[in-house]
């Protein structure tokens, strides 16, 4: 145990340092700027903001690059609770359950107050889900070493059922943009057989599709595309608030804690499980605080302050529960960790178990980048609340060409090959299409990142077992993981047989 | 479902089933891959009548795009078939998984009894009213002008084609002022040139044109 604290502090240490350069620093506070910005900016978001700092990163110092992007993920949610309270608009789907009080509150004149209590459960929730990360890292590491090639393709496999199970009513349609995500990750040069795949003859793809121009085109142009067509500003009425008396907010947090300290619980544990996502853990937590407080003072959903500090502070803290999958097994929680690990994967770092041994240092530059974005982010949103909201009223024929521009120049940028370009173009139409007929791009993103790693681990298993499919079945993990996908797939089964049963039962009644 | 439609709908199944046969003799008498894609799509094709009668209007281009993933599937698995051994194992997987889910993708968008349980199983509902109006002659133009946006990068680099295809969008596209459209097209190269050729050091594309006309001027 005292070998392992030893080796963690020495771990922590050696990120510290990155801290201490102030051109390291200025990265985290950029990408937390950036992370603000497309958070507040509903329909951006997160993972955009995320595809469009990856080529930035390229000539950068891993840890920088880590820096930058740690800072944007973690100020993302924090960005998106400003449009939240202001326009009654979330800016990214988790502060969805922010508007519910956050609105009322501004109508009323609070709107200082709402983001003053809005950004610090941000922090303190954020905070909360880092800490909770840094000690499970050591037992991550333990669990880890019970994993082998078919645990492993089967975790791929659970997490992506997860996944598309967590998209609600499109399951069948999330399932098949995993698959067509796979294709799309077969393509080039097998490292199995040691054969080129489905490339055509054309060069280009014989490295396979390249993940961040794929990205880039899947979240960035895509997103673009679908602006343009719908035309008018993101923001449909402007935002006349006072933004006074910040810091009855923030007091408000520390008076209502307990309701701080569950939606943060809350959030860390939703977090951690893949494919559940920050929507979910801000809407339990607000439902959770809406039952706990039996009789409260101010009626939720019209203006109590502690429906603005539940799902804040949940949908903060499931950024360091996510990373413990992501970093643990390779295994993304979510689109924006999965558009993460292709920039980790840019920079050489292979997630999953070996990076908890082999990088440690990384890991840890990456939770304090999250620990000091959470601090930095919410002082820059009481700082620059207001600006921050008119953003949503640029005109979707400014922003559109713009950001395509910039997204195209990143994807070139990546290896100066044109074809990136070309590759960026086809992927944002896909994308496109994916948003019109509501085929979620997140399982196809999760898909085309763990393709190689499942193809590996799956040849792995068949090789250990001399090609018998019992390997998947005769082991303990394995089978819990194929019992939790069964579960994941009946879920929706399970929830309309649910809902037709309230339903008779209060026909009856 | 009216009378003509149900013949339809019958014609198209039959259809379905000949041109299904006709692959299978046609693979059985060992014909080159590429013709055998002919009776797949004429069966796609025969699948799109029998079903058209059995959707609502709504949801018509929901149908053809899940047939059109139903085609890229069974695409897929067609070249798949062109490996041999372990470099195929786990695509033909994935390449017939992604079949059945294709088939029940498309039953979820009719009218049917087995469009019904499939929703039912699945939760797989696609309201109309979801889906977000889009004019298709906007969408075709937001295309065409990504589209030339390449071309002119492609002809004549970042550099040159980035602020003209800002200003062109925001003034045709968008109807706004030249002088907004100016300032934004000159604002992009300026943060363009600065960011990525300045500060990171990148060289960016110069375009097939701009580097023969340098050529040309260096010579």
Redesign the interface.
Known sequence: MIEVMGGLLNALGTASLHFLNFGSLSWLVAGTCCGLLFGAIPGLGGTTALALLIP?T??MDKSDAIMLMGGSMAATSTGGSVSAILLNTPGIAPNAATTFDGFPLAQQGRAGEAIGAGATASALGGLIGVFTLILVIPIAKEIVLLFSPPEFFLLALFGLCAIAVST??????A??AA??G??CG?VGF?L??G?V??SYGVEALWDGIKLVPALIGLFA?SQM?DL????GTIASHAAEFKIQRISAGIRAVFANWSTMLVGSGIGTFIGAVPGVGGTVAAFLSYSTQVQRDGNPDVPYGRGNIKGVIAPESANNAKDGGSLIPTLAFGIPGSAETAVFLGAMVLHGLEPGPRLLFDHEDVVFTLVLSLTIACVVATLIVLALAKPMAYLTYV????L???V???A??GA??LQ?E?GD??VA?AF??IGY?MI???YPRITFTIALVLADI??RS??QA?GISDDSWAIFVTRDVSLILISLIVISLLI??F??WLRKRSASKRGAS | MSGGSSTRSLAGGIGVVVFLAAYLVMLGMGLHRTILLAPLALGLAALVCALKPMVEVEKQ??LY?AIG?LA??IF?LH?TYE?K???R???LI??Y??IV??L??IA?VTETVAGRF?T???????DPS???P??VR??LL??GV??L??IG??LFG?LIA?PI??FL??LL????SVK?SLY?GL??FV??YL??EQI??????RGEVTTWIMDMIWE
């Open positions: 930035l390229f000539g609600g009513t499109r399951l069948l349609q399932l098949i698959i067509f796979f294709i077969f097998d199995v057989s054969v795949r489905y142009i595309i343009a067509v719908q035309g005109d979707a024929h400014i559109a060409p713009t395509t521009v910039v195209l120049v070139y940028a100066g044109f370009v070309v173009m944002a139409v299409l019109r007929y509501q499942t193809e799956f040849f068949m929706p089964s929830r309309v | 281009s929901a795009f993933i890229f599937m897929f070249e490996f051994g372990k470099e194992n786990f695509p994935i390449g998984a992604g889910l294709s029940l993708d979820s499939v039912r199983f699945f939760g797989a509902t696609l979801e889906i977000k889009r004019e906007r969408e937001v295309f990504m589209v946006g390449v990068i492609w970042f980035s295809f800002v969008w925001m596209g968008g109807g706004k907004l934004v604002g992009t943060f363009v960011l990525f990171l050091s990148y060289e960016l594309y």
